[in-house]
């Protein structure tokens, strides 16, 4: 049986009406015959059947035994980090989510957890900054928004010879196109808002571990903090996913295509995108994922907000919107958007330049996507002429 085969018919047929929708059930509480005595829920922020019946789905798909729904990709970051105690350190891949970034150094630190931040694409260099406290290794593969593909595998050996567990952000690739638990991963999170949900129209988050053990767990953590994701809006995550296969497909022939037309405009310098052959771990990239994903970005020679502004402002299709993985194309500038809490000189080390521009690449037809970029280097262009002589006047 194919993937697309098995991730449509996860999706349960109703046992008591025969449904072929999954039932939402809103409700807060469930009836007991006796105390303690139940049909396996007692009450809606310990469990849910809709809420469970993703949290089945997801683990299915990303191979793992248990998996927990969240309010958001958030919520599923917090509970991960709860796991950890005072004195306790984690190993972070630089370029991290910025909200991971701001979860970690400004709620997390406070508590006693250390966070040290390493380029993860070189495997050694995770390898040198572990230290005898390093419990949790935090990678995203790719990264956002610079793109950066990091070894699963070969930082998977060395988190099991250090004792410690590896936590890998799979918001960009999906469980479509990676499966990090397969390559020895302990943890996987998602932000379901992007590819799971795929529709712009939700925030969830989802955890999944490879062993059972771990998974309880992080039941223990969500039942005792709360940040369950809500009936409907599990339903509407589990719908996305049923057209999972089919959208990833089409954002990453359609990313590819943007990709290589960006490679040969004389208006950029850099282009992101792990398809590509000029990509620092296209290979690594290669090996451990089944396609490239959606998300595209880069750079303008004239390396400057100004002259990014004046291009995220002038496309058509692309709207200019935080979040990625919908079916419309959205195009943001991580500098004054995404990234703004992280600090100037940080956010520039880590590859985020000033022009740095990002694209959530939609299902539109990629002719028309090319030619609202085209038209956009054009207006940026002329706002650029115009500009420039009353500089040196
Ligand atoms: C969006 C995102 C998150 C956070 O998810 P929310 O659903 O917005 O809370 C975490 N990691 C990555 C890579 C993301 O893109």
Not at 152 to 181: G, H, M, R, W, Y
Not at 208 to 235: H, M, R, Y
């Amino acid at each position: 049986m194919s993937n697309a085969t098995q991730l449509i018919h996860s999706i349960p047929v109703d046992a008591l009406t025969g449904a072929i929708s999954v039932p939402i059930y809103q409700t807060s509480t469930f009836v007991q015959e006796a105390p303690g005595v139940n049909k396996g829920y007692d009450y809606a922020r310990s469990n849910n059947p809709t809420r469970a019946t993703l949290e089945t789905i997801i683990a299915q798909l990303e191979k793992g035994s248990v998996g927990v729904a969240f309010g958001s990709g958030l919520a599923a970051i917090d509970a991960v980090v709860k796991l950890l105690k005072a004195g306790d350190e984690i190993l972070a891949v630089d370029d991290i989510y910025g909200g991971a970034f701001r979860l970690f150094t400004h709620i997390y630190e406070k508590f006693g957890i250390k966070i040290n931040y390493v380029d993860t694409t070189n495997a050694e260099n995770v390898f040198n900054a572990i230290t005898p406290n390093t419990k949790l290794i935090w990678l995203e593969t790719p990264t956002n928004p610079t793109l950066k593909v990091s070894d699963i595998e070969a930082i998977a050996k060395i988190a099991k010879a250090n004792s410690c567990l590896l936590c890998v952000d799979n918001t960009f690739a999906s469980p479509a196109l990676q499966q990090p638990l397969s390559l020895g991963a302990d943890i996987v999170i998602h932000s379901a808002t992007k590819y799971l949900g795929g529709h712009s129209d939700l925030i969830a988050g989802l955890v999944v571990t490879k062993e059972k053990e771990l998974g309880e767990k992080i039941k223990f953590i969500q039942n005792a903090s709360g940040a369950i994701l809500a009936p409907f809006d599990s339903w509407l995550v589990i719908r996305g996913i049923e057209t999972l296969h089919l959208r990833v497909q089409q954002h990453c022939r359609n990313a590819q295509a943007v990709a290589e037309f960006l490679e040969t405009h004389p208006a950029v310098d850099k282009v992101y995108y792990p398809g590509l052959k000029t990509h620092l771990n296209h290979n690594i990239a290669k090996k451990q994922s089944k396609g490239f994903g959606g998300i595209v970005s880069f750079t303008l020679k004239n390396n400057t907000e100004a002259a990014a502004t004046a291009f995220v402002t002038s496309t058509n299709y692309f709207k200019l919107a935080e979040s990625l993985g919908g079916v419309k194309s959205l195009l943001c500038h991580p500098a004054q958007m995404t990234h703004k809490s992280i600090p100037a000189e940080k956010r520039r080390a880590s590859g985020v330049a000033d022009s740095l521009i990002r694209l959530s690449v939609g299902l539109e037809d990629v002719q028309d996507l090319i030619t609202d970029l085209e038209q956009a280097f054009k207006k940026q262009q002329k706002e650029k002429q115009v500009f420039e002589p009353s500089i040196s006047a």
